[in-house]
């Protein structure tokens, strides 16, 4: 595959999720970054969020998205820095120019597509936003969109509050989403010769996951049919956690000959019955299903009946902490890795698919504009015109 360049101006995690698959491709992304404001600290503001883990600008919550990236620093105010935008991406070859801003934003920045990619026509072009450009001014935060988008709704304990997802998921999947309209774009150009703009609404992508819950409104669905369900499947019975003697467990049955491979073991041989033999006769006694499995397993270890279940080819596992996942065996050797300044080696999440080639040792996340000097030299500029840029603040 060829190794492409990405220009990136991105902040918090939505875009930098999605750079960092491509630099896992080996591909080079450099960041881009405002020049300090005076008002607040520089840069991306996930610089400074979480524990200190090499110096004050790459605390712990920054450095994962940001491996294997290089980090400059433009005054987009300044019309200096746009025409020094545009000549980076003319002398770099830029490929694919990122952003994660608000639309309303883009053309006093000079990033939007119409410029950049007068600039260069083969440029793709792909920018986050909450909403798409129809609405520019809405500022694109998870938790938000979670809330806006229903998963709120569904997530959580039907006799509780509506509840976050553990993880920010709807930045993830915007993320995922200009991975994969790049790659679109590149197949297309491809064929073409000529780049193109993708735009990622965090809300419509995550409502294109709504996939099992919104169609059912016009089926004349059932009011629990669309709102949390909490451990259970909203169908598939039964389908939830289970305590055992030393720990719960989680168990999905996904069709009758499931269920009746789970009631020919002897130990859960009465909760069968006739009316359950069916997932629709399930449904109907599902809380009493629930009761009956729960009254046999608080008797067993997790281990006796997880092995009980693994016989029985029946979809179960304990719950683990984020600790016992990096540990399991599927997982441990597709980990990636950066190492720390100090020497350190940090172990970090999979790739999401196994790719050849791919990197799976990283560098450490970039300080703050640390590549600015070198990035603007390869770009052409000599050492009177680099330091005049920073004498101006249009570089940092």
Same mark, same amino acid.
């Given at each position: 595959?060829?190794?492409?360049?990405?220009?990136?101006?991105? *902040?918090?995690?939505?875009?930098?999720?999605?750079?960092?698959?491509?630099?896992?491709?080996?591909?080079? %992304? @450099?960041?881009?970054?405002?020049?300090?404001?005076?008002?607040?600290?520089?840069?991306?503001?996930?610089?400074? /969020?979480?524990?200190?883990?090499?110096?004050?600008? $790459?605390?712990?919550?920054?450095?994962?998205?940001?491996?294997?990236?290089? +980090?400059?620093?433009?005054?987009?105010?300044?019309? $200096?820095? =746009?025409? &020094?935008?545009?000549? &980076?991406?003319?002398?770099?070859?830029?490929?694919?120019?990122?952003?994660?801003?608000?639309?309303?934003?883009?053309?006093?920045?000079?990033?939007?597509?119409?410029?950049?990619?007068? %600039? !260069?026509?083969?440029?793709?072009?792909?920018?986050?936003?909450?909403?798409?450009?129809?609405?520019?001014?809405?500022?694109?935060?998870?938790?938000?969109?979670?809330?806006?988008?229903?998963?709120?709704?569904?997530?959580?304990?039907?006799?509780?509050?509506?509840?976050?997802?553990?993880?920010?998921? @709807?930045?993830?999947?915007?993320?995922?989403?200009?991975? +994969?309209?790049?790659?679109?774009?590149?197949?297309?150009?491809?064929?073409?010769? %000529?780049? !193109?703009?993708? =735009?990622?609404?965090?809300?419509?992508?995550?409502?294109?996951?709504?996939?099992?819950? &919104?169609?059912? @409104?016009?089926?004349?669905?059932?009011?629990?049919?669309?709102?949390?369900?909490?451990?259970?499947?909203?169908?598939?019975?039964?389908?939830?956690?289970?305590?055992?003697?030393?720990?719960?467990?989680?168990?999905?049955?996904?069709?009758?000959?499931?269920?009746?491979?789970?009631?020919? /073991?002897? !130990?859960?041989?009465? %909760?069968?019955?006739?009316? $359950?033999?069916?997932?629709?006769?399930? =449904?109907?006694?599902?809380?009493? @299903?629930?009761?009956?499995?729960?009254?046999?397993?608080?008797?067993?270890? +997790?281990?006796?009946? #997880?092995?009980?279940?693994?016989?029985?080819?029946?979809?179960?596992?304990?719950?683990?902490?984020?600790?016992?996942?990096?540990?399991?065996?599927?997982?441990?050797?597709?980990?990636?890795?950066?190492? #720390?300044?100090?020497?350190? !080696?940090?172990?970090? *999440?999979?790739?999401?698919?196994?790719?050849?080639?791919?990197?799976?040792?990283?560098?450490? +996340?970039?300080?703050?504009?640390?590549?600015? $000097?070198?990035?603007?030299?390869?770009?052409?500029?000599?050492?009177?015109?680099?330091?005049?840029?920073?004498?101006?603040?249009?570089?940092?």
């Amino acid at each position: 595959m060829k190794r492409r360049t990405v220009l990136s101006m991105e *902040q918090a995690l939505s875009m930098p999720y999605a750079t960092l698959r491509f630099a896992q491709l080996g591909w080079r %992304v @450099i960041r881009v970054e405002a020049t300090p404001s005076g008002q607040g600290l520089p840069g991306d503001p996930n610089r400074y /969020i979480g524990s200190r883990i090499a110096d004050d600008d $790459r605390r712990s919550y920054f450095v994962a998205p940001n491996v294997g990236k290089e +980090a400059i620093a433009l005054n987009l105010k300044d019309a $200096r820095g =746009h025409q &020094l935008l545009q000549r &980076l991406i003319r002398e770099l070859d830029v490929d694919v120019f990122c952003c994660n801003t608000v639309p309303a934003r883009y053309q006093s920045l000079g990033i939007d597509p119409a410029t950049l990619r007068a %600039v !260069k026509p083969e440029l793709i072009w792909a920018g986050i936003s909450a909403m798409g450009p129809r609405y520019p001014e809405a500022p694109g935060y998870d938790p938000v969109i979670q809330a806006m988008s229903g998963y709120m709704e569904v997530t959580g304990d039907p006799k509780g509050p509506p509840m976050l997802a553990g993880i920010p998921i @709807i930045d993830l999947k915007a993320g995922d989403e200009v991975y +994969a309209g790049v790659m679109q774009a590149l197949l297309e150009r491809y064929e073409t010769g %000529v780049g !193109k703009e993708i =735009h990622v609404s965090m809300l419509q992508a995550a409502a294109s996951w709504l996939i099992t819950v &919104l169609p059912l @409104i016009d089926y004349g669905c059932q009011p629990n049919e669309i709102t949390r369900a909490g451990n259970e499947h909203r169908k598939f019975i039964p389908t939830n956690v289970y305590p055992t003697s030393d720990g719960f467990i989680f168990l999905a049955i996904g069709s009758d000959v499931q269920w009746r491979r789970f009631t020919a /073991i002897p !130990k859960f041989a009465r %909760v069968g019955n006739e009316v $359950r033999q069916t997932n629709e006769g399930r =449904h109907v006694q599902r809380e009493a @299903i629930h009761a009956d499995i729960a009254q046999v397993s608080r008797h067993h270890l +997790a281990a006796e009946i #997880l092995e009980d279940l693994r016989a029985a080819t029946i979809p179960a596992t304990r719950i683990h902490d984020i600790r016992q996942v990096r540990e399991l065996e599927a997982l441990s050797d597709r980990l990636t890795h950066t190492t #720390l300044p100090d020497g350190r !080696k940090v172990s970090m *999440q999979p790739m999401a698919v196994d790719i050849d080639g791919a990197q799976g040792n990283l560098a450490f +996340a970039p300080k703050y504009g640390q590549d600015t $000097r070198s990035v603007l030299a390869e770009a052409g500029l000599v050492n009177d015109e680099v330091q005049a840029l920073y004498s101006a603040g249009v570089v940092a």
